[in-house]
């Protein structure tokens, strides 16, 4: 069995605290992990404040333990308090897991601007969210980034488009069943994409079969197919913050079993792309998750 863990960090606390204890727990048990960044401003209050506007703010708030899961803080950044960057915020951090040997991504520009208005924004505000989010990737790190993942897993023609001029190694911006070539239309890209093909904790988190950490644990163990490449997104601010016992005793369960933890860019160096499926993007619901995700459609060919 073999495991991609595919990090999303989406906010300034996420980087700030949920990075570091993830990447002192994942070294310690030896586990190749890629960490995909959100490099602008944490508007995360915003995309909170969206959930919950329509009834009941404060009432919905308490409920679903929006500011348990993120704090106070995060929940009004970009709101009524300032929005926060989150990159920028914290340099030494991206160069560290690098200095560790993590692999390091983009994770969008402004998150909540990416995964809300994606096909508002036009092709030229997608341009520039990818513009100023490699750009700050260069900054950072001094090197390109080779990798992106889309925020919130939305993406479109202009953005697929866009990735294919940046040159980068791989994608990973939808859900789906493993590596495949995309097509618009007549055209099928290079870049590879390299799907996640698990549902994230927030999905299963508060379904009725699932009422303890064990029990989500169980799930999980069974979701991971053998012999074949599980690609499992995680978020900073979940898995590495008030959820990390439990993940790190799933990462254990999982060695028990035998699984092989494999970085994404090493998938990407492997693949034969010649052999990979071609398939167009869809737009898919999701259960747990609120509007639309990216997904793998069915394959066009196979070999071609
Ligand atoms: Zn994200």
Not at 52 to 79: H, I
Request: charged letters at 25%; one cysteine or more.
């Amino acid at each position: 069995m073999e495991v991609a863990l595919k990090i999303d960090v989406d906010t300034h606390q996420g980087l700030g605290i949920g990075v570091p204890r993830l990447a002192a727990m994942l070294e310690r048990e030896g586990v190749a992990a890629s960490f995909f960044i959100s490099m602008g401003p944490d508007n995360s209050g915003r995309a909170i404040v969206r959930v919950l506007r329509n009834r009941g703010f404060l009432k919905k708030m308490f409920r679903t333990r929006a500011v348990a899961m993120y704090g106070w803080r995060t929940v009004l950044s970009g709101t009524i308090l300032p929005a926060r960057p989150i990159a920028l915020a914290y340099p030494a951090v991206m160069r560290d897991l690098r200095t560790r040997g993590f692999e390091l991504g983009v994770h969008g520009y402004d998150h909540v601007r990416w995964q809300d208005q994606i096909d508002a924004i036009g092709d030229s505000g997608v341009r520039a969210e990818l513009h100023d989010a490699f750009e700050a990737f260069r900054a950072i790190t001094g090197e390109s980034a080779r990798a992106f993942a889309a925020p919130g897993w939305r993406t479109n023609d202009a953005a697929a488009r866009a990735l294919e001029k940046a040159k980068i190694d791989y994608r990973s911006d939808t859900r789906g069943r493993g590596p495949y070539r995309c097509a618009i239309g007549d055209q099928i890209l290079a870049t590879l994409e390299i799907p996640t093909t698990t549902p994230t904790l927030d999905e299963v988190m508060g379904r009725p079969e699932l009422p303890d950490a064990a029990a989500v644990m169980r799930y999980y163990l069974d979701e991971f197919k053998p012999d074949t490449l599980n690609v499992h997104t995680i978020h900073a601010e979940t898995e590495g913050m008030g959820q990390l016992e439990s993940f790190s005793v799933m990462i254990r369960a999982l060695k028990e079993r035998g699984a092989k933890f494999v970085a994404m860019r090493e998938v990407a160096a492997r693949i034969n792309r010649a052999e990979l499926p071609v398939c167009e993007i869809v737009r898919i619901e999701l259960p747990g998750r609120a509007g639309w995700v990216a997904a793998q459609g069915p394959d066009r060919s196979v070999g071609q």
